[in-house]
């Protein structure tokens, strides 16, 4: 399967507080891929550069199998973007912006803009500098919806829209990938709405990539266990990473990939519990393995 989006050893630093990368990673076309984690983690920043908003100091970019920014022009015109930081104020109201994204874009569906204004109920009168927050954000999701574009990137799309508003999009975002062809890279710390549609996932944490691939074989790889031993040298080296302890006892995050809880046995650990994962404590696991990776230290 070809890739709509390739991050090559990609990187680039934010004064002296925050890097990001280098991350390595491949969006297949077709695919619903979310970029999650907590606030801070890297997504925005990820997805801007994808867009050219800021260039890597690193690395290299292809949007749709062609290289960026070389081929900036025809990228933009096969991509669409939503972002809570787009502003269409300086075209005043809502049908004026319509216009101008309509004449630019010869991949425009003007039928699909009319129901989509009917759905979300945002209308062409509406001044955009009295649109609420959430109604800016419907505004720059029927304009990128609109469009027959083949790569859709949204940057957290769904905040501060009702939810009912949340629902109608999701099933709008469904319906745009019937298209094979079409692909859709969304970041999102909500990992209720990234549970609803994605197919793939890549979690971030500090500008890191610590995992990515498609949901289900991410929830087949990881194990939480609870584990006991006073020997402080029976924790394999690497497949198992403590976030909680307490005197002998502790959990960890165990990688199936690496290790297997027969090595653990193995080893003369003693397994309490073995225990599967929803996406939603996988990621909540992960953030916490990361940030409190450490030694085990046994009493």
């Given at each position: 399967m070809s890739a709509a989006v390739e991050l090559k050893r990609v990187s680039r630093s934010f004064g002296e507080d925050f890097s990001l990368g280098p991350?390595?990673?491949?969006?297949?076309?077709?695919?619903?891929?979310?970029?999650?984690?907590p606030n801070g983690?890297?997504?925005?920043?990820?997805?801007?550069?994808?867009?050219?908003?800021?260039?890597?100091?690193?690395g290299e970019i292809e949007l749709l199998g062609l290289p960026f920014p070389a081929r900036e022009a025809d990228i933009k015109?096969?991509?669409?973007?939503?972002?809570?930081?787009?502003?269409?104020?300086?075209?005043?109201?809502?049908?004026?912006?319509?216009d101008f994204v309509r004449d630019f874009?010869?991949?425009?569906?003007?039928?699909?803009?009319?129901?989509?204004?009917?759905?979300?109920?945002?209308?062409?009168?509406?001044?955009?500098?009295?649109?609420?927050f959430g109604q800016r954000t419907k505004l720059a999701l029927i304009l990128a919806l609109s469009r027959e574009c083949e790569l859709l990137i949204l940057d957290e799309p769904t905040i501060g829209l009702d939810p009912v508003s949340k629902?109608?999009?999701?099933?709008?975002?469904?319906?745009?990938?019937?298209?094979e062809s079409h692909t859709i890279l969304i970041s999102s710390h909500q990992l209720g709405d990234v549970e609803r549609?994605?197919?793939?996932?890549?979690?971030?944490?500090?500008?890191?990539?610590?995992?990515?691939?498609?949901?289900?074989?991410?929830?087949?790889?990881y194990r939480v266990v609870e584990i006991t031993n006073t020997n402080a040298h029976a924790l394999p080296e690497q497949g198992v990473t403590v976030f909680e302890q307490r005197d002998a006892r502790a959990r960890a995050l165990l990688d199936l990939h690496v290790t297997t809880p027969q090595l653990l046995r193995a080893n003369g650990l003693d397994l309490i519990s073995i225990t599967a994962l929803t996406l939603e404590e996988l990621f909540l696991t992960l953030i916490r393995s990361d940030d409190a990776r450490r030694p085990w230290r046994p009493y």
């Open positions: 991350l390595t990673l491949s969006v297949p076309q077709g695919a619903i891929f979310a970029l999650i984690g983690a890297g997504k925005t920043s990820t997805l801007n550069l994808t867009i050219g908003a800021g260039r890597p100091q690193t015109r096969r991509v669409g973007f939503v972002s809570p930081e787009l502003d269409y104020s300086a075209w005043r109201t809502v049908g004026r912006a319509i874009y010869p991949d425009w569906v003007h039928t699909r803009c009319e129901r989509l204004q009917r759905l979300l109920e945002i209308h062409r009168t509406q001044r955009i500098a009295e649109l609420s629902r109608a999009i999701f099933v709008e975002l469904l319906r745009f990938m019937e298209n549609i994605a197919d793939h996932v890549a979690l971030l944490n500090h500008g890191k990539l610590l995992t990515a691939s498609p949901v289900d074989e991410l929830l087949e790889r």
